[in-house]
T-cell receptor
Framework: DADVTQTPRNRITKTGKRIMLECSQT?????MYWYRQDPGLGLRLIYY???????NKGEISDGYSVSRQAQAKFSLSLESAIPNQTALYFC???????????FGPGTRLTVL | SQQGEEDPQALSIQEGENATMNCSYK?????LQWYRQNSGRGLVHLIL?????REKHSGRLRVTLDTSKKSSSLLITASRAADTASYFC????????????FGQGTRLTINP
């Protein structure tokens, strides 16, 4: 089983709809991250969480919100989706000691 | 704005040849990491080099870091078709923060 899972893997939605992307991990890591990737570009950080009570905005948090329901679960919400939020979304985890991040398989989101 | 810029944006070589990718960044770093992404999938960590290190090896990978020039290179020796992927450098600016800033990536194609 994968260490970092994301659901759904693909989603098509309409402008104005609320959508939630979910991430779960079995690595036991405290730190979790949400990134988005646009075609031909690197990843940009949306939100990150160092533990259940510590949530921080990243580079591009406008239009997004997150919830850290437990150490293993970190959800990303788009309150009112817009077409320029069409992208590939990745969740990642890390632990304090290795500085290495472990990525989920991604969610491909299309907003029409 | 992205911290890292990678060069070239795309590279196509024959199987068995060496591939070199470069990454330049703008500000002081704690460490620099390289990740691989197969088409549309999650990123996989390859190697991490800390600011006080100049060179690291891992199998067929060799990474160098020149902090005076704010640049790093990734060398893949004896390339294989399975090395076809996008390669991203990511900089970690503050020790313990683990907030990575990604470059836009180099698309590597290995021709059989």
């Amino acid at each position: 089983d994968a260490d970092v899972t994301q659901t759904p893997r693909n989603r098509i939605t309409k402008t104005g709809k609320r959508i939630m992307l979910e991430c779960s991990q079995t690595k036991g890591h405290d730190r979790m991250y949400w990134y988005r990737q646009d075609p031909g570009l690197g990843l940009r950080l949306i939100y990150y969480s160092f533990d259940v009570k510590d949530i921080n905005k990243g580079e591009i948090s406008d239009g997004y919100s997150v919830s850290r329901q437990a150490q293993a679960k970190f959800s990303l919400s788009l309150e009112s989706a817009i077409p320029n939020q069409t992208a590939l979304y990745f969740c990642a985890t890390s632990d304090y000691f290795t500085d290495t991040q472990y990525f989920g398989p991604g969610t491909r989101l299309t907003v029409l | 704005s992205q911290q890292g810029e990678e060069d070239p944006q795309a590279l196509s070589i024959q199987e068995g040849e060496n591939a070199t990718m470069n990454c330049s960044y703008k500000t002081s770093i704690n460490n620099l990491q390289w990740y691989r992404q197969n088409s549309g999938r999650g990123l996989v960590h390859l190697i991490l080099i800390r600011s006080n290190e100049r060179e690291k090896h891992s199998g067929r990978l060799r990474v160098t870091l020149d902090t005076s020039k704010k640049s790093s290179s990734l060398l893949i020796t004896a390339s294989r078709a399975a090395d076809t992927a996008s390669y991203f450098c990511a900089t970690d600016l503050i020790q313990g923060a683990q907030k990575l800033v990604f470059g836009q990536g180099t698309r590597l194609t290995i021709n059989p």
